[in-house]
Each structure stands twice: as C-alpha cells, then as structure tokens.
C-alpha cells in the first residue's frame, strides 16, 4: 500500500484526507501494524486499497495470509454476508464471544501437541543462518546450509539486519526478485544475501541495525522513519 501510495503521489495526510482514516492508522498499516484489530483492519484495508486503485479483495487476502496468526476466527466479512446464523446473532454477546475464545486456545493446543503444524515457514534460501541468543532457525535434515564466511565473495552482499523492536523490511535481489517482506520480531538477527545488489525498504529505521559485508553501519534513519536502501557488492551505497 506504502508503494501504491507514492506511485499515485500522495503523503499519509493526503491519503487520510481522502479516506477520512487517521494518519497515524495508515502509517501503521504500512509498516504491518495492524493492532486496531481486525474487524477495523479489514475495513480499513478495503477503503485504502479501493482509493489507491487496487483490488481490495486481492489485498485483504495478502493480510489474512500475512496475518493467519492473528486474526479473528469471526471476521467482519462474515458478519456482513450473514454468514454467522440467526441462532448465533440471538446469542448474547460475551457469551458467543466466551465460546469462540475457548475454541480458539482449544484448536492452538492441540495444534502444537500434534506438533505444531501451525508454525510460520523458516527463512527463504536466501537467508542465511545466523548465530544468536534469539536466533529461531533450526538445522534442516539432509540439507547443507551456508555459512556467512561462504556468502562474501566476488558479486556477493551480505546484509545482517538486528532489530531493537519490531521492525518491518522487504528485501528484494539485483532483479527485483523478492526474498523476504514481513516484520522482524524485537531482538531478532536474520541474515540476507544476493549477488550484486540487495534492495531493502524498512519500515523504521530507527528500529534496526545494518551490516553490510562486515561493516557495521549502525541505524539507518530516525524512529518511524520508512527508508529505501540499496548496498552493491563493492560496498554499502545507499540511495
């Protein structure tokens, strides 16, 4: 939505202006925020697209694969349709909210006692592992993975991005190919390599600290600041 946005030319106020949504809501949006809930992120979600000229069903779907975890098993969208039946809708309120609560924490525990099917993917193959406290990733059987040593080399980048808090960032190679888009957790190190160029979009500069074939760059820009980064193999050169 942030790049639909400037390529129609129009700063968050104007776009607010227009959607009568607050600023502060749509900033959050870009940067994968959606802690309004998401009865109101759906809604949200649909006018924004429909302003900028995207397909909102097409987006919302991005935010409910990007989202799964999170979301409400009840959505606003069913509500609408009338999907929920009359004997629900005469239901009393926190009573039919009680009763989706439980189910919800029903499903998750016997999701991870099966063993945990419901886990996010690991990272793409273009990251690389990383050795951390926080570190998630877990050692594939039968697979070799890469070492950082082994990523420098000639027309290689090596971006190491550590988070101080939640942080979003789309990293994409030299031809636009993407590698990772989402929101890095606080404390999180993740590694990212590609040949000749990686280009990054970060959602809060002041949220993380690059590293760029070993040279440590500290923090790109101010808290709440979205930045566009490339760094080429011959060196960090940010634009």
């Given amino acids: 939505m942030a790049e639909a946005r400037e390529r129609a030319g129009l700063t968050v106020r104007q776009l607010g202006e227009r959607t009568r949504i607050r600023e502060t809501v749509i900033e959050r949006f870009e940067r994968d925020d959606f802690s309004v809930g998401d009865f ?54 926190w009573t039919k909210a009680a009763a989706v609560a439980l189910a919800v924490v029903v499903v998750v525990v016997v999701a991870r006692m099966l063993g945990g099917s419901g886990e996010k993917a690991g990272p793409t193959a273009a990251q690389l592992p990383v050795t951390a406290p926080h570190a ?48 890095l957790p606080e404390g999180k190190t993740t590694t990212y390599s590609a040949k000749d160029k990686v280009r990054m979009v970060i959602g809060d500069a002041g949220a993380v600290r690059l590293e760029v074939n070993g040279r440590d760059l500290g923090t790109p820009g101010r808290d709440g600041q979205m930045i566009r980064r490339t760094f080429e193999a011959g060196g960090p050169s940010p634009r």
């Fill in 40 to 93: 109101y992120a759906r809604g949200h979600i649909r006018t924004i697209a429909s302003d900028l000229g995207l397909d909102p069903d097409e987006v919302l779907r991005q935010y409910e694969q990007e989202n799964a975890d999170g979301a409400s098993p009840v959505r606003a969208s069913a509500v609408f349709r009338g999907d929920v039946g009359e004997r629900a809708r005469r239901a009393p309120g």
């Fill in 136 to 183: 998630h990733e877990r050692q594939e059987k039968g697979h070799d993975r890469k070492t950082l040593e082994e990523a420098f080399g000639p027309g290689r980048v090596v971006v190491k991005v550590t988070t101080r808090k939640p942080a979003y960032v789309d990293v994409k190679d030299a031809k636009g190919k993407e590698i990772f888009r989402g929101t």
